[in-house]
């Protein structure tokens, strides 16, 4: 079961950072800034993926 329940963790997690790239670069298309977005989500970012520190644009562009 620990297995299991790491593999469905695992597949949460990953879902959840997926959402929160397409919605960045779906802001910047509509030419929405980051940190509007950041402060938008404010408390409803359990992952702290709109932190200041975490990925940027350009960070994204290596990845896409």
């Known amino acids: 079961q ?3 329940l790491k ?3 695992s597949v949460i997690i ?3 950072e ?3 790239v397409e919605c960045f ?3 910047k298309r509509a030419g929405i800034h ?6 938008a989500l404010g408390n409803d970012d359990p992952l702290g993926l709109a932190a200041p ?3 940027t644009f350009d960070d994204l ?3 896409l």
């Open 2 to 4: 620990a297995a299991g």
């Open 7 to 9: 593999m469905i963790r």
């Open 14 to 16: 990953k879902g959840i």
């Open 18 to 20: 997926a959402l929160t």
């Open 25 to 27: 670069l779906a802001a």
């Open 34 to 39: 980051r940190d509007s977005v950041a402060e």
């Open 53 to 55: 520190e975490a990925l």
């Open 61 to 63: 562009k290596s990845v």
